[in-house]
């Protein structure tokens, strides 16, 4: 499809293990976001890509969160040592900036983590 | 501290009638606003925007009002349809809405047959 696409759907970890979601954008979406909706909360910011330039890490929670964009494509959040608190479901979205009247994003359906 | 709010958990309208999803922000330079629509096990889905220059945008039946002296917008859907049901997330960025996205926490639209 034509979509953001994420992976997997769900994940169910184990506290202490670390865990990979992957996020597959839209053809020639220069930005990349991740995002992740905690229950009751609302869409928290987590990392921003745009291009090549250095990402904004601004949102990220903790050292044991990283992400990488290999080739402005496909990008992979990195989870560490899982802990209970990180279960929430994790958005991609990704941009085309095409003007400042415009700039809608669009988002994949998210993996649901939970950390037993 | 929450830059973007929606003080609403739940909304229930009635079909046919209007609904009025509200959103506060405290960010002055927030220029650039957004509404999504989330269904259960899916990602949002944009629905209408609006840039700070405007105090209005229409778009069929959703229109979204703006008043930055209050820093208030609002989400009008009329006529309410039952499909309309879902989470509604109010947003805002800077720089034209080129930088992330500052989401409230949700507002639950139960539209009623």
């Known amino acids: 499809g034509a979509g953001v696409s994420q992976s997997p759907s769900n994940k169910v970890t184990e506290k202490g293990k670390d865990v990979e979601l992957r996020c597959d954008p839209i053809s020639g979406h220069t930005a990349l976001y991740w995002y992740r909706q905690s229950l009751g909360q609302g869409l928290e910011f987590l990392i921003y890509?745009?291009?090549?330039?250095?990402?904004?890490k601004s949102g990220l929670p903790s050292d044991r969160f990283s992400a990488e964009r290999t080739g402005g494509s496909v990008s992979t959040l990195t989870i560490q040592r899982t802990q209970q608190e990180d279960s929430a479901v994790y958005l991609c979205?990704?941009?085309?900036?095409?003007?400042?009247?415009?700039?809608?994003?669009?988002f994949g359906p998210g993996t649901r983590l939970t950390v037993l | 501290d929450q830059q973007v709010k929606q003080n609403s958990p739940s909304l229930s309208v009635q079909e046919g009638r209007i609904s009025i999803l509200n959103c506060d922000y405290t960010?002055?330079?927030?220029?650039?606003f957004l509404w999504y629509k989330k269904y259960p096990a899916e990602g949002p889905t944009f629905l209408i925007s609006i840039s700070s220059i405007k105090d209005k945008n229409e778009d069929g039946r959703f229109t979204v009002f703006l008043n930055k002296s209050a820093k208030h917008l609002s989400l009008h859907i009329v006529p309410s349809q039952p499909g309309d049901s879902a989470v509604y997330f109010c947003a805002a960025s800077k720089q034209g809405g080129s930088e992330k996205l500052v989401f409230g926490k949700g507002t639950k639209l139960t539209v009623n047959p």
């Open positions: 960010n002055s330079m927030f220029d650039y």
């Open positions: 890509f745009q291009g090549n330039s250095a990402p904004d």
């Open positions: 979205a990704t941009q085309r900036y095409v003007s400042p009247a415009y700039n809608e994003q669009f």
